[in-house]
């Protein structure tokens, strides 16, 4: 069975960090692009940043660009969102997504998703 679980999430104050891991199974993770997507509150899902399955080339969203790094293990079948410097308006929920495509940034081109992982930045 194919799946993906994100944890990590929490309150933060701002200005503070938070790493996310995404496990995977059920799937080979080599094979696969991972994403992260966030969704706020009576706003559009929104991509975030992703990774690619064949050289670890990665892409980041203009408003995380700098602040968020996004790493994977294939060996532990894990990928890492690690946030840095966190603002109010990075509170969303928080998913990641595989994709067969060696990299995407659109969401509809990913195959399977996690059921996410609230992130709170507030004083």
């Known amino acids: 069975q194919v799946q993906l679980v994100e944890s990590g999430g929490g309150l933060v104050q701002p200005g503070g960090s938070l790493r996310l891991p995404c496990a995977a199974s059920?799937?080979?993770?080599?094979?696969?692009?991972i994403g992260w997507f966030r969704q706020a509150p009576g706003k559009e899902r929104e991509g975030v940043s992703c990774?690619?399955?064949?050289?670890?080339?990665?892409y980041y969203a203009p408003s995380v660009k700098g602040r968020f790094t996004i790493s994977r293990d294939n060996a532990k079948k894990t990928v890492y969102l690690q946030m840095n410097s966190l603002e109010p308006e990075d509170t969303a929920i928080y998913y990641c997504?595989?994709?067969?495509?060696?990299?995407?940034?659109?969401?509809?081109?990913?195959?399977?998703w996690g059921q996410g992982t609230q992130v709170t930045v507030s004083s």
């Open positions: 997504a595989a994709s067969r495509v060696p990299i995407a940034t659109i969401a509809r081109l990913y195959n399977y």
């Open positions: 059920g799937f080979t993770l080599d094979y696969y692009a």
């Open positions: 990774i690619s399955s064949i050289d670890g080339t990665t």
